[in-house]
Every structure is written in structure tokens, then in C-alpha cells.
Nanobody
């Protein structure tokens, strides 16, 4: 499974950005798919994610400001992260994560994207 992110950039506080994550390859069943972020010197943290039942989980710091969504095509799955009312503390490298497997075999995957930088500064 190949994962490619896009959509990062530099914005001012209060502005919006939308990140995209395209996963392609032998996807089969998706157990979870979402976004994490990391700043230098700190651990990678969950931002928003779809779980196995399709439910979503958000970090408390982004609830009400960020929205995760997903779209599926024949051979790809795309996850979006709509980020609104951005704050300087949202500055980080954002990583897409996808986990899945085949329901009737031992095939599983856990893949990270390469990361996309989001900078919020006045």
C-alpha cells in the first residue's frame, strides 16, 4: 500500500487548510485511517482518525475545528483533513496513517505517509 499526502503550507492564524491522503494498492479492509502530527522534540500525536467501525476520534485540541472525511474509489482511498480556525500551536508535520488487511488471509499492512508541513504564523 502506497500513501501520499498533500495540502500542507503556511497560513496565518484563523485561516484554513485541507490536507489530502491518497492510499493505493492492495487495500482490502481498512481497520483505521487518519492523521497524526509531530513537532520536533515531541512524540507523534493523534489528530483525527476513522476507526474500524467507521467512527471518528479527534484530539481534544482540534475538536470543533478539524473535520476528517473519507472517499473511496475502485483502487484508492482518500482521507481529507479540513482544518479551520488554525492556531500557531497547530504547526507540525502532519502524517497520514492507514492500517488494514485481507479478511481471509494473514495479509496486513501499517503504512505512514511521508508527512506534510503545516505552519501557522502571523
Amino acid at each position: 500500500v502506497h500513501v501520499v499526502e498533500s495540502g500542507g503550507g503556511s497560513v496565518q492564524p484563523g485561516e484554513s487548510l485541507r490536507l489530502s491522503c491518497v492510499a493505493s494498492g492492495s487495500i482490502f479492509d481498512i481497520y483505521s485511517m487518519g492523521w497524526y502530527r509531530q513537532v520536533p522534540g515531541k512524540e507523534r500525536e493523534l489528530v483525527a482518525i476513522f476507526g474500524g467501525g467507521g467512527g471518528t476520534t479527534y484530539a481534544d485540541s482540534v475538536k470543533g475545528r478539524f473535520t476528517i472525511s473519507r472517499d473511496s474509489a475502485e483502487d484508492t482511498v482518500t482521507a481529507f483533513l479540513q482544518m479551520s480556525s488554525l492556531k500557531p500551536e497547530d504547526t507540525a508535520v502532519y502524517y497520514c496513517y492507514i492500517e488494514g488487511g485481507h479478511p481471509h488471509s494473514l495479509y496486513e499492512y501499517h503504512e505512514w505517509g511521508q508527512g506534510t508541513q503545516v505552519t501557522v504564523s502571523s
